[in-house]
């Protein structure tokens, strides 16, 4: 994960938060009142999320110290302890809510990948993530799909070509629009096209397309047509796949799975927080 971008998102998301201050804490508590601050998972998991509790404290205040006790990818337990955060206490209150509604996030995308893999086990499939993520998370959602033992699909619209329905239907056609990127892009950049037909899959690989993503196939469909690919040509199975129906499609012989449900509908891990202040010696 790139810590430049990691800071500057969660100075932000801080801001957000703070605005000119934080009234409630700084009516009860001084600044020289001490306290720890205590995170506990409240329900079985994968954990993801350390650089957030580590980085947004230090933000705060640079006298505040966090002892994160588990590891990004670590499976936690209900009831365990997984971080303390020692500070002020107006330090600890003003960056709570950042740092829970973010590593209940992560952990709880780590979380379902950890599932989704488990899943496929033995099949050689790979999970990865896609383009449904929370706008301005995109960094840390994907992140978490690593952590959970998953791949990234492409970052964004820059880093790869992925020719939809829209494209090859106002190029004309698939081989017309697979002309046109391989003319625009460099040779480093791979070109994938969605086929829903084996019409479409046959032009797909004569045109020389890099990946082929078979887009709301059935699994039936996607065995009968794999063997059309040359082995050199990534292949993957997208849209309609559910946790229900996901051992049936790592058995077609599929590359990869991009699953949007990771990200876009993710239940979140439950973790509290339990902030205990210190008094201080005289």
């Known amino acids: 994960m790139n810590n430049i971008k990691l800071k500057s998102m969660l100075e932000e998301f801080l801001k957000e938060d703070l605005g000119d201050g934080d009234l409630s804490s700084e009516s ?126 492409r970052m964004g619209l820059y880093d790869a070509v992925m020719l939809k329905d829209n494209h090859i239907s106002f190029a004309g056609s698939i081989a017309a629009a697979v002309e046109k990127a391989k003319q625009h892009c460099g040779h480093t950049v791979k070109i994938e096209v969605e086929i829903e037909s084996e019409e479409g899959l046959i032009e797909a690989v004569d045109s020389g397309a890099d990946i082929i993503m078979f887009d709301n196939c059935s699994p039936h469909q996607i065995r009968e047509w794999l063997p059309r690919v040359p082995a050199a040509v990534i292949t993957e199975a997208s849209g309609g796949i559910t946790e229900e129906n996901l051992s049936d499609y790592a058995s077609t012989g599929v590359g990869y799975i991009s699953l949007g449900y990771l990200t876009h509908s993710v239940k979140s891990l439950d973790i509290s927080a339990r902030v205990l202040r210190q008094e201080v010696e005289c």
């Open 28 to 153: 009860v508590f001084e600044e020289s009142d001490q306290g720890s601050f205590y995170l506990m998972v409240k329900e079985d998991g994968v954990f993801c999320g350390r650089s957030v509790i580590e980085t947004v404290f230090r933000l705060l205040s640079p006298a505040a110290s966090a002892e994160v006790h588990v590891e990004d990818g670590d499976e936690v337990k209900e009831g365990q302890l997984i971080a303390k955060v020692s500070g002020s206490m107006r330090t600890l209150l003003q960056g709570e809510r950042v740092v829970l509604n973010l590593i209940q996030r992560m952990s709880g995308i780590a979380t379902s990948v950890r599932k989704a893999v488990r899943k496929v086990e033995g099949s050689g499939v790979r999970i990865c993530d896609t383009r449904k993520t929370t706008p301005g998370l995109r960094m840390l959602e994907k992140y978490a799909v690593r952590a959970g033992g998953g791949f990234n699909h």
